[in-house]
């Protein structure tokens, strides 16, 4: 019971995200459209190590999806980047995304199990340009770990096991072409 409500609380947050990104168009003023940018890279935003897929259906609005490896297995996330209009050579932008958001991996003479977790992240980035099409993307994020996930570390140490505490942020950097 508590998997499946936890299954549609994520999957209602994806819906909401989704609508906010296709209704933000109609919000804003007309802008000149980009079709969007395909990168690679690592960290949290890029399922690992992997590559990164944006479409925006106006200049400061992305919705991206990424597919990457994170040392346990492919892993992805879905999200959108609310971009600040500059036309300098570095623009902030706000971020948020479902997916990925941290890997446990127990390798013990008692033990070894590798587990991938999903959850929210959140967080700022900003692009560098290097050239008319092509850009440096740098995020700090702040992901927000599953309960299960913290149950998980909870159990471990319960049976003796000492836990490494992930970093509170994680940071993203990554090489990408805008088309």
Same mark, same amino acid.
């Given at each position: #019971?508590?998997?499946?409500?936890?299954?549609?609380?994520?999957?209602?947050?994806?819906?909401?995200?989704?609508? *906010?990104? &296709?209704?933000?168009?109609?919000?804003?003023?007309?802008?000149?459209?980009?079709?969007? @940018?395909?990168g690679v890279g690592g960290g949290i935003s890029?399922?690992?190590?992997?590559?990164?897929?944006?479409?925006?259906?106006?200049?400061?609005?992305?919705?991206?999806?990424?597919?990457?490896?994170?040392? @346990?297995?492919?892993?992805?996330?879905?999200?959108?980047?609310?971009n600040f209009k500059s036309d300098k050579k *570095?623009?902030?932008?706000?971020?948020? #995304?479902?997916?990925?958001?941290? !890997?446990?991996?127990?390798?013990?003479?008692? #033990?070894?199990?590798?587990?991938?977790?999903?959850? *929210?992240?959140?967080?700022?980035?900003?692009?560098?340009?290097?050239?008319?099409?092509?850009?440096?993307? &740098?995020? +700090?994020?702040?992901?927000?770990?599953?309960? !299960?996930?913290?149950d998980a570390v909870d159990d471990l140490e319960? +049976?003796? &096991?000492?836990?490494? @505490?992930?970093?509170?942020?994680?940071?993203?950097?990554?090489?990408?072409?805008?088309?």
């Amino acid at each position: #019971m508590k998997r499946s409500l936890f299954k549609f609380q994520h999957k209602r947050f994806i819906i909401r995200l989704l609508l *906010i990104a &296709f209704l933000t168009p109609t919000l804003l003023t007309a802008q000149t459209s980009i079709k969007g @940018d395909i990168g690679v890279g690592g960290g949290i935003s890029y399922g690992g190590i992997g590559a990164q897929l944006t479409y925006r259906p106006i200049e400061t609005v992305g919705i991206f999806g990424s597919l990457g490896y994170n040392l @346990d297995g492919v892993c992805y996330n879905l999200g959108v980047k609310l971009n600040f209009k500059s036309d300098k050579k *570095i623009n902030p932008y706000l971020t948020g #995304m479902y997916g990925y958001n941290t !890997v446990l991996i127990i390798d013990a003479e008692s #033990m070894e199990t590798r587990t991938t977790y999903y959850g *929210i992240s959140t967080g700022l980035g900003t692009t560098f340009r290097l050239k008319e099409k092509s850009f440096l993307s &740098f995020e +700090v994020l702040l992901p927000i770990r599953p309960k !299960v996930y913290k149950d998980a570390v909870d159990d471990l140490e319960l +049976v003796g &096991f000492e836990i490494k @505490d992930p970093l509170p942020v994680a940071v993203c950097i990554g090489y990408h072409i805008k088309f």
